[in-house]
């Protein structure tokens, strides 16, 4: 019963951030695919539109991977020496992607700024 509870908060919290994060559906459906590495993204100027709703430095992508790693969304990808600097999603960003059929909904900039205030000073 208690790990339901836990499991419904994670998917909840994890639905809240991917509606205030720059991605858009088309990026978790590239890395549900391949992996991506933050710079890849920040080099894709041509399709960064297709990905997120705004240009992003690779050094901004790389903190919103980790958030989205720390939540369980994403994950790094393995090689044969280590972890990479690529990204995958996780059957847990599958599952909260299941519940948009298109776009992810945008949060609205009250729950953009209460996310962000969570994710950087989560003792608030």
């Known amino acids: 019963?208690?790990?339901a509870n836990t499991e419904t908060r994670s998917l909840a919290r994890a639905a809240l951030s991917l509606r205030c994060l720059p991605f858009r559906r088309g990026f978790y459906e590239a890395v549900e695919g391949?992996?991506?590495?933050s710079e890849d993204l920040a080099r894709q100027a041509d399709v960064t539109s297709a990905l997120t709703f705004f240009p992003l430095s690779s050094e901004r992508a790389e903190d919103h991977f980790l958030w989205l790693i720390r939540l369980g969304v994403l994950r790094r990808e393995v090689d044969g020496?280590?972890?990479t600097s690529r990204v995958r999603l996780t059957p847990m960003g599958r599952q909260v992607l299941r519940g948009w059929p298109s776009e992810i909904p945008r949060a609205g900039r009250r729950q953009r700024i209460l996310e962000a205030l969570r994710r950087h000073r989560p003792r608030l």
């Open 1 to 3: 019963m208690a790990q």
């Open 34 to 37: 391949r992996a991506l590495s």
């Open 81 to 83: 020496q280590g972890l």
